[in-house]
């Protein structure tokens, strides 16, 4: 694909912020003596592209990534919702309070038949019924189905970036 046509963040990065991208994706501990090492640069002018990424966006932020399991929440559910009301002011409304719950950990506007989908972990099915009562009094729904994982077989938080070519 020639470079012209590749969104504009993409020509944005060169290799190296790239690898930086890809590493710190990876595993946010790393060091930036240890960074600088593996994209071959010293660690001032690592570091420096580090808060230029941030800065731009790039790099949104740092975090520990936790088992969810671990923490006593064994149930993720996949909901899917569809309104009657398309408007500014209910979506507003509806986005503001769902993204309170601190069950959501996703929510995204789609196209098609669904008009929102949450990403919801709890710890069970009961606390999965206090939640949809909670998400049913948020904003007038049209249609609520939620669908539960069984098994959980991958998961990740890293974005493909193309940290191997120019």
Same mark, same amino acid.
């Given at each position: 694909?020639?470079?012209?046509?590749?969104?504009?963040?993409?020509?944005?990065?060169?290799?190296?912020?790239?690898?930086?991208?890809?590493?710190?994706?990876?595993?946010?501990? %790393?060091?930036?003596?240890?960074?600088?090492?593996?994209?071959? %640069?010293?660690?001032?002018?690592?570091?420096?592209?580090?808060?230029?990424?941030?800065?731009?966006?790039?790099?949104?932020?740092?975090?520990?990534?936790?088992?969810?399991?671990?923490?006593?929440?064994?149930?993720?559910?996949?909901?899917?919702?569809?309104?009657?009301?398309?408007?500014?002011?209910?979506?507003?409304?509806?986005?503001?309070?769902?993204?309170?719950?601190?069950?959501?950990?996703?929510?995204?506007?789609?196209?098609?038949?669904?008009?929102? %989908?949450?990403?919801?972990?709890?710890?069970?099915?009961?606390?999965?019924?206090?939640?949809?009562?909670? %998400?049913?009094?948020?904003?007038?729904?049209?249609?609520?189905?939620?669908?539960?994982?069984?098994?959980?077989?991958?998961?990740?938080?890293?974005?493909?970036?193309?940290?191997?070519?120019?």
């Amino acid at each position: 694909m020639e470079e012209k046509y590749l969104p504009k963040r993409r020509q944005e990065m060169d290799l190296t912020d790239r690898k930086i991208v890809a590493l710190l994706q990876r595993d946010a501990t %790393l060091s930036i003596a240890e960074i600088a090492k593996r994209v071959n %640069l010293s660690p001032t002018p690592c570091w420096k592209r580090i808060q230029r990424l941030e800065a731009r966006g790039v790099i949104q932020r740092r975090v520990a990534i936790a088992d969810p399991q671990a923490l006593g929440l064994g149930l993720t559910a996949f909901v899917a919702i569809e309104t009657a009301d398309h408007s500014a002011d209910w979506l507003a409304r509806f986005a503001e309070r769902v993204s309170a719950m601190p069950e959501v950990m996703e929510l995204y506007r789609m196209a098609g038949e669904v008009d929102y %989908l949450l990403r919801v972990v709890l710890p069970d099915m009961a606390a999965y019924d206090a939640f949809y009562k909670r %998400l049913i009094e948020a904003a007038p729904l049209k249609n609520v189905t939620s669908s539960f994982a069984m098994e959980r077989i991958k998961a990740t938080t890293a974005y493909p970036v193309d940290d191997e070519t120019a």
